[in-house]
């Protein structure tokens, strides 16, 4: 089984380590974009079109942060048949914050209690929509760091994105993703190859501690995401540069020697003009591109623009959006399907990216490919990394599992109810009015989530939360049947 390895045979290096398992967890109900563009009183498109959105995914009253992560947990162990006891460290990442001590990673070892394992490192990590991919690094740190005891670690990444009435509201989203991280992963990391940029800005923040809603500051956001792309790819090519040189090659990096390339998708429209803005940076870092023919053709009079002037440069934007037009739909348009139908998760976006890759290409497709990933949190912190799929990619090997466990991610999408935006709205009134209150008994229908969804029964008087679960349907398919499954709670 990929990831196990007996303590006798534990080296300074574990091999390949990353993700092994992933796990998606989206609500059941969506309001249609075109139908809110209609609402809102906007023009047609402006949602669709201009923010690149068909769908946005939303939580009732009966959901919150620690439901979304106990659900994603359980299907991630339930189908791939995982005992509890197999985890030696979870740690939770978001910035969906509903306790300021108590944190989703201590609700999360309710489903541990069968098991007796309360062995389990990490806590929560919050910054913004970075915390998931900080948690991440934690996780393959810990496998490759003496402290390892050579069990799994398990990372969550969970959010539920709402904002007041307005602009931003369609750029919302929710829900939660699990990974489960090991040695011989299909999806392993690739040592020293992390660019990082962090700065301070009040691009996003949550200063107000009794709402769910952001201070969004849209135009500075785009410039510390944009600017902070700019910093990681410059440091990532430096860092892949002065490995190839020690390994004897003078070759010049750019984006063809990604196969696949994922974004922290805010809205879909952004990560196309976040690939067209890395072609910026290969066009102007190389030493001699090509102007008359291939990817450059006719890009010649922004040959010396500077790049923190072009943010905003529509001729700039234009011309390289319709420049890296094939490579968006090459390496990065598959990857946009959550985002598209579900919206913004925050923490989860950039996995949801990552799941849709490999939902929508076959074993034999990604095998061996190199998948950059964009990670970015406002206030601000991104990294971009990359992870080299396994040539494995034989039936039963770990990258078809991991495919087939994200197969039906387009009939569970299809699966959901679409609700009115007027119903949308009042649900959203609802969860602004009672989401922090004590003594609180959910009004939302039970009968509304999918099967086996965690869900709120009630806040009593002293704010503590409990929950159920709703059965699960007996047609959910386990991806490694037989081994080792955990009584429910």
């Not at 939660?176 to 991280?181: G, I, K, N, R, W």
Request: proline share 5%; aromatic share 10%.
């Amino acid at each position: 089984m990929p990831g196990s390895a007996p303590i006798s045979c534990l080296g300074p290096w574990p091999k390949d380590v990353g993700v092994i398992a992933l796990e998606l967890y989206f609500p059941s109900q969506y309001v249609d974009q075109a139908e809110l563009e209609q609402f809102d009183g906007v023009s047609a498109g402006k949602y669709t079109i201009g923010l690149g959105q068909d769908r946005m995914g939303f939580c009732s009253d009966r959901e919150d942060i620690n439901s979304l992560c106990l659900t994603v947990v359980q299907r991630l162990m339930d189908r791939n048949g995982l005992s509890y006891d197999s985890i030696g460290r979870l740690e939770v990442g978001t910035e969906t914050i509903i306790d300021k001590s108590k944190s989703v990673k201590t609700v999360l070892m309710q489903l541990f209690e069968d098991s007796g394992n309360t062995d389990v490192e990490g806590i929560d990590t919050t910054n913004a929509c970075y915390g998931g991919t900080a948690a991440l690094f934690n996780a393959v740190n810990w496998v490759e760091s003496s402290s390892w005891d050579g069990r799994y670690a398990l990372v969550v990444a969970g959010d539920i994105a709402v904002y007041a009435t307005g602009s931003a509201r369609p750029t919302g989203g929710a829900g939660a993703v699990a990974m489960l991280v090991g040695p011989n992963a299909p999806f392993a990391f690739e040592r020293g190859l992390r660019g990082t940029h962090m700065q301070h800005a009040y691009d996003f923040y949550k200063p107000d501690m009794v709402s769910e809603y952001p201070v969004v500051d849209g135009k500075l956001s785009i410039e510390c995401y944009l600017s902070a792309l700019d910093r990681c790819y410059s440091v990532y090519r430096n860092k892949i540069h002065a490995q190839w040189q020690r390994e004897g090659s003078e070759k010049h990096f750019s984006l063809e020697d990604f196969g696949f390339l994922v974004f922290h998708s805010p809205y879909c429209k952004l990560v196309q003009k976040s690939l067209a803005r890395l072609m910026l940076n290969d066009f102007l870092n190389h030493p001699s591109p090509n102007t008359e023919t291939g990817p450059f053709v006719g890009l010649d009079a922004f040959r010396d623009v500077k790049p923190e002037e072009t943010y905003f440069d529509r001729d700039v934007e234009k011309a390289f959006m319709k420049a890296s037009a094939e490579l968006f739909e090459k390496k990065t348009k598959s990857s946009l399907l959550i985002s598209n139908q579900n919206g913004n998760m925050y923490t989860p976006s950039v996995y949801g990216c990552l799941a849709s890759i490999i939902a929508e290409h076959t074993p034999s497709e990604l095998a061996g490919q190199r998948v950059g990933v964009f990670s970015y949190g406002s206030g601000f912190a991104a990294t971009l990394y990359s992870l080299r799929i396994t040539q494995d990619h034989t039936p039963g090997s770990s990258l078809d599992k991991l495919v087939s466990s994200l197969s039906d991610l387009r009939l569970r999408l299809d699966s959901r109810t679409k609700v009115s935006p007027a119903v949308f709205s009042e649900r959203m009134k609802l969860r602004e009015e009672t989401h922090h209150l004590a003594s609180y008994i959910p009004q939302g229908s039970v009968e509304d989530l999918f099967p086996g969804t965690w869900y709120l029964t009630r806040v009593d008087d002293k704010h503590r939360r409990e929950y159920a679960r709703r059965p699960l349907d007996d047609d959910l398919p386990l991806i490694n049947p037989g081994r080792n499954p955990h009584n429910h709670i």
